[in-house]
């Protein structure tokens, strides 16, 4: 094999050597080096063809006594750099499958958020609630952990967006919608169109259009339809709960994600009378004075849990 050969092939060994090196310092497969991706197919390829460089022949006759310790050889650098290589590959395909990891949102008691999403898309968080992002280039995909949150969705429709909210799925069609996580899951519907499934429930999808409003019955399985509460979701991203003819039980309920009073009712009846109104979500204090004197309820305090009983 002439001098020319031999040199040309030990330069593209180099040159592959370093493409492994460069790829792996960069982290694998990424936005940064996804360019050299043909270089390492070619680097894979020309691996698998290689073969020893040849010893020339004095630099053998000279090593012949030489300690074993020091008996390095070419098919050992051969040996080390496909190693390396494989290394490398292994790291890119495990990378490749690897889903990406979630991007989390959450808000305590008392708080609320709205973020802006990487494709556009703005996610609103109410009180204590917490949500898992995922987006690939295929799909869009949150879960709601915990809490209530409205979504209102970017256009694309090469992209799926979707909720997943206990057994509940729900899936964008250009749309803003709003979730909220309790017993059941509600999805009321703004603007656009979503569809609702549940995975206890073989049927199709339902469709819930603007105006409309799903709830998934997580004992039942069934998907119950009904209006939006669309002027509550509007006042809540406003920083107010709105109440209208809302049972008094309920309209307690709304405060817990904000306050860490809880109420505890004692008369069925007094439960089930229905208020009206618009409050503070950091309001609590004066929505119980109007409960003492527009239903004429008694109110005594045991550390966090307002008690709430008829009036003698």
């Known amino acids: 094999m002439g001098i020319e050969n ?44 290689a073969e020893p460089l040849p010893m020339p022949a004095a630099y053998v006759a000279s090593r012949t006594d030489a300690a074993p310790r020091m008996n390095w050889s070419v098919p ?34 008392g708080e609320t958020t709205t973020v802006a999403l990487q494709d556009g898309s703005e996610l609103f968080l109410s009180g204590n609630t917490s949500a898992s992002v995922r987006f690939t280039k295929n799909a869009r995909s949150i879960t709601l952990n915990s809490g209530e949150a409205t979504f209102d969705v970017a256009h694309d429709p090469a992209r799926p967006f979707s909720v997943d909210a206990l057994n509940t799925t729900i899936v964008a069609v250009g749309t803003e919608f709003n979730v909220s996580r309790r017993d059941n899951v509600e999805v009321d519907v703004l603007e656009g169109r979503v569809l609702v499934s549940l995975a206890q429930n073989t049927s199709d999808p339902v469709s819930v259009s603007a105006g409309g409003r799903a709830i998934a019955n997580m004992e039942t399985g069934d998907i119950d339809l009904a209006s939006a509460e669309t002027e509550r979701i509007r006042s809540l991203q406003r920083g107010r709960l709105y ?6 039980s309920e309209a307690f309920e709304e405060f817990e994600p904000f306050s860490p009073l809880r109420a505890r009712i004692t008369d069925a009846t007094l439960a089930n009378l229905t208020v009206s109104g618009s409050f503070d979500i950091a309001g609590i204090e004066d929505f119980i004075l109007s409960v003492e004197q527009a239903l004429n309820a008694n109110v005594r305090r045991s550390g966090h849990v307002v008690v709430v009983s008829p009036s003698p």
Do not use: C, M
């Open 6 to 49: 031999l040199i040309q092939r030990w330069r593209r060994r180099r040159q592959l050597a370093q493409i492994a090196k460069n790829f792996a310092h960069e982290g694998g497969l990424s936005g940064r080096n996804t360019e050299t991706l043909p270089e390492i197919e070619n680097l894979r390829s020309v691996l698998r063809e």
């Open 243 to 248: 109440f209208d003819n809302t049972p008094l």
């Open 76 to 109: 050992a650098l051969r040996l080390a750099l496909a190693g390396g290589a494989a290394a490398t590959i292994a790291a890119f395909s495990i990378i490749v499958f690897t889903p990406p990891a979630a991007t989390e949102y959450a808000t305590r008691v």
